[in-house]
């Protein structure tokens, strides 16, 4: 790391301060090689714009937040925030956006797929009246380019068609991570906002389409459609992790926000976690002969670690448990789980004892842990 040399700084003359009409916000992680061509393409993008260019970096480990420290010494638009501690695209995006004082801003990806050179066509938009403009890859004909796979095209394409019924918008390209919009606008919904995920536009136009509704106010979107291309440096870190994380989404907000992401996925992996515990169960007594009491206990046990293992990645993948704190993790995980099921059984004899319906008194047993393990690990395990 160079030294940073303070009275090279006293003999520049400082260029006068305009302030920034537009904010680039950019989420990155491990994009080193890649912030610097951006931040060029945007500056000659952009023209006379004035606009500041702020990087919201989740502590990469190659290094991204001390490349876009030294370009925030050249040039007085750049910010870098530098975040310790956790992840996530979403909520990287909100803190960007919170950290700046323009009148406008624009979310862009680090790693060029999103064509810089429409920026000046959407800000004019939004100059115009425009509420949200989005850059959208499916506007035009084979505009995908050469950025997606074919799955994840396929992929694409369906998610398109769930969120139309969330948003109930024609909107060709809802999970576009590329749009500008009126920060006014993002300031009336910011609080309802999830942090969780990847789809950050496709939530801000649900919460703004329903506030804006419950007010008789019309919500202005509009598209700017662009070529999609491919990554330039580095991987990607779109995985299915991420496509059922935004399943849990769509389905959150279908409950109006009443069932938390998180609260969706646990339940899910908990399902998931039924089957391999009747699984094993299966295996250890019919296949292997092991006597009821020791296969059940067999079966608790892997599926216990299975739902920590699977919570670990998808439920709670912005703050995963690695090292020693894997470890004390699935130590309490085992622990709550085990006065879960205590729960489970003292609320479901209680009730049966009301109603004599076992099916009942069952259902409602599992859901008393699902909502005691969901609330308890939250505290205790992924804090
Ligand atoms: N701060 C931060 N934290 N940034 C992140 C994180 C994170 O946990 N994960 C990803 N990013 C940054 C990346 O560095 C990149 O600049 C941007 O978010 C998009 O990540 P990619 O890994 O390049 O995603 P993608 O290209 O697969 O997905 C793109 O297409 C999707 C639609 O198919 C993105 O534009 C998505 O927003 C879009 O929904
Ligand atoms: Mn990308």
Redesign the pocket.
Same mark, same amino acid.
């Given at each position: 790391m160079s030294v940073v040399q303070f009275d090279t700084y006293a003999k520049k003359s400082p260029e006068p301060w305009v302030a920034p009409e537009l904010a680039i916000i950019?989420?990155?992680?491990?994009?080193r090689d890649n912030v610097g061509l951006l931040y060029e393409k945007v500056t000659a993008a952009l023209g006379d714009t004035p606009f500041e260019f702020i990087v919201? %970096?989740?502590n990469s480990p190659d290094g991204t937040s001390e490349v876009v420290r030294e370009m925030a010494r050249q040039h007085q638009n750049v910010r870098a925030i530098h975040r310790i501690g956790r +992840? $996530?695209?979403s909520s990287?995006v909100i803190e960007g956006i919170l950290a700046s004082a323009a009148p406008y801003f624009a979310v862009i990806?680090? %790693?060029l797929?999103?064509d810089e050179t429409i920026l000046p066509h959407m800000l004019e938009k939004a100059r115009a009246g425009d509420h949200i403009v989005v850059g959208t890859r499916y506007g035009d004909e084979g505009s995908v380019g050469g950025g997606?796979s074919r799955t +994840?095209e396929a992929g694409?394409k369906l998610a398109t068609r769930l969120s139309g019924i969330l948003t109930g918008k024609a909107l060709s390209d809802p999970? /576009? $991570?590329?749009f500008l919009m009126r920060r006014e606008i993002f300031d009336e919904i910011a609080p309802s906002l999830s942090d969780e995920g990847? *789809?950050i536009l496709l939530d801000i136009i649900v919460s703004a389409g329903r506030t804006h509704a419950r007010q008789g106010r019309e919500l202005r979107i509009s598209e700017v459609p662009y070529t999609f291309r491919p +990554?330039h440096a580095g991987e /990607? *870190?779109?995985s299915s992790l991420v496509v059922v994380q935004f399943l849990g989404l769509v389905v959150s907000k279908l409950s109006r926000g009443l069932l938390p992401t998180s609260f969706l996925l646990f339940g899910l992996v908990g399902g998931f976690g039924v089957v391999v515990h009747m699984g094993t169960l299966w295996l250890a007594h019919e296949q292997f002969a092991f006597n009821f009491f020791w296969a059940q206990a067999l079966a608790t046990v892997v599926a216990m670690t299975f739902n920590f293992v699977l919570n670990n990645e998808l439920t709670y993948a912005n703050k995963k448990l690695r090292g020693w704190r894997y470890l004390s993790g699935l130590l309490s995980f085992y622990a709550v789980c085990s006065i879960g099921a205590l729960a489970n059984v003292s609320v479901a004899s209680w009730i049966y004892a009301f109603d004599g319906q076992f099916y009942l008194a069952g259902l409602l047993g599992v859901l008393m842990s699902v909502v005691f393990n969901y609330s308890v690990t939250r505290v205790f395990t992924w804090r």
């Open positions: 950019v989420p990155s992680y491990n994009e919201v %970096d989740d +992840r $996530g695209l990287a990806d680090a %790693d797929q999103h997606l +994840r694409s999970m /576009s $991570g590329f990847f *789809k +990554r /990607s *870190k779109m």
